[in-house]
């Protein structure tokens, strides 16, 4: 496990990812159990983004919800899955949490609430596999997120943004409305919007 502290840390984790062919972004969870809705959340916003913005290249985001097993063929044929979800993780709040395919195991008792266990769905998955999340600090029954859970969202949007513009899946247009809206490089940016 690796906590991703700063944008820095999450960009350069990032570049190395979206830069390969072959990569699929999938958000989990249930959107009606708080902070569950993390991974559902982040992939909608990319969707939208990428769905309006579109660049030279293209990028899979699905919002899978809580019927990840449903999306095993999609996965199993990319080369890289990133998905998106809470970790009940021994870690702070408020911080990315980046885990590899190889430490789900350890905390597939722990990760969201999905039909089947995610650490034994994801082993069948051939390609690599990276778990984006963050400590959920309410799993209740009642829709929208923590606060801690909201920072974590719109600092991963935010980073995601300028890696999509800097590598063409979104295009120039995005980057000049966020210059012009918020002032600045959107790199420097501390405002993120989910409508541009």
Known sequence: MLLLESDEQIREFLEK?????GVLVVGAGNELRCDDGFGVYVARALQ?????????????????GTALESYLDLMSSSEVTIL??????PAPFSKVILLQKHEIPSYSDAL???????????????????????????????????????EVIQALIRVFIDVLIDHEYLNETLKNI???????????????SLTA
């Open 17 to 21: 990812v979206v830069t390969r062919s």
């Open 48 to 64: 939208n983004l990428l769905t309006r913005y579109s660049g030279r290249r293209s990028l899979a985001v699905i919002d899978a």
């Open 84 to 89: 998106l979800d809470v970790v009940e993780a």
């Open 112 to 150: 969201s609430t999905h039909s089947i266990g995610l650490g034994t769905l994801l082993n069948l998955i051939s390609g690599d596999v990276y778990v984006i999340g963050t400590r959920p600090a309410c799993l209740d029954f009642k829709v929208g997120v923590s606060s801690p859970v909201a």
């Open 178 to 192: 966020r210059k012009s809206k918020y002032g600045g490089s959107p790199q420097h940016t501390h405002e993120t």
